[in-house]
């Protein structure tokens, strides 16, 4: 009797997400809105995602590759939108990111290294915190020209959840096919991201375990350990560092899209800009002409100079050009879920008209 009631508790998890999911009487827009607004859910758990792009291993692009091109693991306790913890896990570590309301901490357990990161980068390479279900859910929710539509229910870490599908109003600006969410239908939390893209599923993030009560304070306040090397860092990848130092003002529109981000003025500008709405949009990160020039060999690999490489896979497509001539010496990341002519009209609009100049000093 000890043993089958030992085997019957173990067996209570595996039994719960096997239990059938009730479908939701809510409406597709409804259940958007509720994600929208999710933010402000308090929640802890463990969560998983897996991509299937392969990215070319550059420096310059970090984590990225591995993130988008295999598993990762995570726990993640969540406060406020200020106030949050996530743990991504590997075999030789862990890397915390701890955000609180005067910036971010970054702890590689496997290094002992610290990064502080003052305030919140309007501008950055994605990190692990970015692909948590809830976090890539509410923002793709958040995309401009979409239609929602309700699909099936699902158990996702146990609960039922309602299913909602959004596409793009305009399916020939992007190469995003569908994003599905599953939500826990009380408090709008995504608990299961899918992206797909080239007919299969690209992306898909989710929560294994989940509990709905806010953390204690603690769980989400870093400490220095003392034998930790700090660093301090205002720009710590090449998209933060471009959008502080270009030192010139992308322009408008490119290849026929506006610019989606606000174009400051002189002291306001940004050095990165965002180019079209919802699933369909494009980001221009400006390079100096030798980090260009080190990039195009890394992805070009045949001894020759060339002047732009391509990267394309189903969701993603990107380019990196640089001027011919060095008076000028500039060069573009430009990066995005569009096709890949329109990247290339960029380019060409970008080299055959450069931005003006600014002092940014």
Do not use: C
Request: hydrophobic share 45%; net charge positive.
């Amino acid at each position: 009797m000890v043993v089958a009631l030992a085997a019957g508790l173990f067996a209570l998890p595996a039994l719960a997400g096997a239990l059938p999911a009730h479908s939701n009487g809510e409406d597709a827009a409804s259940l958007v809105a509720k994600v929208r607004r999710s933010g402000s859910v308090a929640w802890s758990g463990y969560g998983e995602s897996r991509g299937s792009l392969v990215l070319p291993d550059v420096s310059q692009l970090g984590s990225l590759p591995a993130l988008v091109g295999g598993t990762q693991r995570t726990r993640a306790w969540w406060r406020t939108a200020q106030d949050w913890r996530v743990d991504a896990l590997s075999l030789v570590g862990e890397t915390d990111t701890t955000h609180d309301q005067f910036g971010m901490w970054t702890w590689v357990s496997a290094d002992r290294r610290a990064t502080r990161v003052n305030g919140d980068l309007p501008v950055r390479l994605p990190v692990a915190d970015d692909l948590l279900a809830p976090v890539l859910g509410r923002r793709l929710a958040g995309s401009a020209d979409v239609t929602a539509t309700r699909i099936g229910a699902r158990r996702v870490a146990g609960r039922s959840t309602a299913g909602v599908r959004l596409v793009a109003t305009r399916a020939a600006s992007t190469t995003v096919q569908s994003v599905e969410l599953w939500v826990e239908p009380s408090s709008g939390l995504v608990l299961e991201t899918v992206l797909r893209a080239g007919g299969s599923v690209v992306l898909d993030a989710l929560l294994l375990d989940l509990e709905l009560t806010r953390p204690a304070p603690g769980v989400t306040r870093f400490v220095l350990p003392a034998d930790a090397q700090y660093v301090s860092a205002d720009a710590p990848d090449l998209a933060s560092q471009a959008d502080r130092f270009a030192p010139f003002v992308l322009p408008a529109s490119l290849a026929g899209v506006r610019r989606s981000d606000q174009v400051g003025a002189f002291h306001g500008v940004t050095g990165v800009a965002t180019y079209g709405e919802g699933l369909g949009s494009f980001a221009v990160v400006p390079l100096p002409r030798r980090t260009a020039r080190d990039v195009i060999a890394k992805l070009v690999r045949t001894g020759t100079v060339a002047d732009r490489a391509t990267v394309s896979t189903p969701l993603v497509n990107g380019l990196v050009g640089r001027s011919s001539g060095r008076e000028d010496g500039r060069g573009y990341l430009i990066v995005g879920t569009v096709p890949a002519h329109v990247l290339g009209a960029a380019l060409v609009q970008l080299l055959a008209d450069p931005p003006p100049r600014v002092d940014r000093s």
